[in-house]
């Protein structure tokens, strides 16, 4: 079992940054990464992934060029890099992991799940 614990969000005006971090608390090892939003009215969405073996990283249309998903296997920690924020981007974001997440970009592809952690951005 592995529990996900998200920081990082707050607010923020447009066109700044942010800096998502997901802890995991349990072994961390064999786990592709994902992060995914879920807006007010709108179904949660998938933003980005990263592949456990190969390192390979996927995105969402709306946020490439702008976001960069990384990993540190040594401190268990993943992160989303977010830049060129936009008042659309407003959402809590969520981290979750699974083992050969397939398709990458669906929820039901990840097994366990942080809290989220709320990100708004200012016009």
């Known amino acids: 079992q592995v529990q996900l614990v998200e920081s990082g969000g707050g607010l923020v005006q447009a066109g700044g940054s942010l800096r998502l971090s997901c802890e995991a608390f349990g072994s961390f090892d064999s786990y592709d990464m994902g992060w995914f939003r879920h807006a007010p009215g709108k179904q949660r969405e998938f933003v980005a992934a990263?592949?456990?073996?190969?390192?390979?990283?996927y995105y969402a249309d709306f946020v490439k060029g702008r976001f960069t998903i990384s990993r540190d296997n040594t401190k268990n920690t993943g992160y989303l890099q977010m830049s060129m924020l936009e008042p659309e981007d407003t959402a809590v974001y969520y981290c979750?992991?699974?083992?050969?997440?397939?398709?990458?970009?669906?929820?039901?592809?990840?097994?366990?799940w942080g809290q989220g952690t709320p990100v708004t951005v200012s016009s």
């Open positions: 979750a992991v699974g083992r050969d997440a397939e398709p990458i970009d669906l929820t039901t592809s990840f097994d366990h």
């Open positions: 990263i592949r456990w073996t190969t390192q390979m990283t």
